[in-house]
């Protein structure tokens, strides 16, 4: 049997008593580490576990993952996922491996950021499609993701921005050689994220120039548009602030995981009044 086990947000003791159950009864027990991160580490995990995790990164997972299911036929082998098994697609293309392989699977499921972010009091059947901002260099800044934000706010939704993780990612000039050499680890903050949508928005503006009123797009976001910024959610140290995009740029919420919610227009009250307290400013939110 091949389980994918969810692990929740915070720390060990967030996974479920079904799936504490299924790891120390498995042959091998793998831990995904390049989709999110938990920040307990992995030696606290294998600790509160009481055995030893293999570590899969994304080569492993993206080019050896018949190795993780290696035997799976005959014993049981454990895949661990921060969050929810199914907040990434490569986990949902190793149960379909495992399915062409005649390998039964099981999911165990758990919280995840895509149902944890309620927890800024916007209602989750406020919202709309979630987006990825990724990483810019100086030859790369995608920004098709912003199109999807306006589609969100065209419809009064709220948008969940998932913020870029760089772990174990090989360097331009290793790629090139038969050694691999990696990049340190980068985890995207609220204040990065702020500032690449920042110049989206000047780059719209730009474009904007001249065009007549009434051709503009009155859903695109301003500088002064209310954003919420969220920081490990789940854990003890987690903090939300909601401000404008703005004032976001310069905001430092501390280490990682990081989030951003773009609020729509049109807070119902009760989604007002919970915000308010993470706002410095009342008429932020009014």
Not at 22 to 47: A, D
Request: with cysteine; net charge negative; glycine share 6%.
């Amino acid at each position: 049997m091949f389980y994918i086990i969810g692990l929740g947000l915070g720390d060990p003791e967030d996974i479920t008593v079904k799936g504490l159950n299924i790891i120390k009864q498995c042959e091998r027990v793998y831990l995904e580490s390049y989709t999110s991160v938990l920040c307990c580490g992995q030696e606290k995990l294998e600790e509160f576990y009481g055995r030893k995790l293999i570590l899969a990164d994304r080569e492993m997972v993206e080019q050896r993952a018949d190795d993780i299911l290696e035997g799976a036929e005959s014993v049981s082998v454990a895949f661990l996922v921060v969050g929810d098994p199914f907040g990434a697609t490569t986990h949902t293309d190793l149960t379909l491996r495992a399915k062409e392989k005649g390998i039964k699977t099981s999911i165990v499921h758990n919280a995840s950021i895509m149902n944890a972010v309620g927890c800024c009091g916007l209602q989750l059947y406020h919202f709309g499609e979630t987006v990825s901002i990724p990483y810019w260099d100086d030859s790369w800044k995608p920004d098709s993701f912003y199109d999807k934000i306006v589609a969100n706010l065209k419809h009064g939704l709220h948008t969940l921005c998932l913020l870029d993780i760089k772990v174990k990612e090989p360097t331009l000039e290793s790629l090139m050689k038969k050694k691999r050499e990696y990049m340190p680890p980068r985890f995207m903050s609220v204040s990065e994220a702020a500032d690449q949508l920042l110049q989206i928005v000047a780059k719209k503006s730009d474009a904007e120039a001249g065009v007549q009123p009434d051709q503009q797009n009155e859903h695109g976001l301003r500088e002064n548009t209310l954003i919420v910024g969220l920081a490990r959610v789940g854990h003890d140290t987690q903090q939300i602030l909601a401000c404008s995009l703005s004032e976001m740029r310069n905001v430092d919420l501390g280490p990682p995981l990081h989030s951003l919610i773009i609020p729509n227009g049109q807070l119902h009250p009760l989604e007002m009044e919970f915000l308010q307290q993470f706002a410095e400013l009342k008429q932020q939110i009014l």
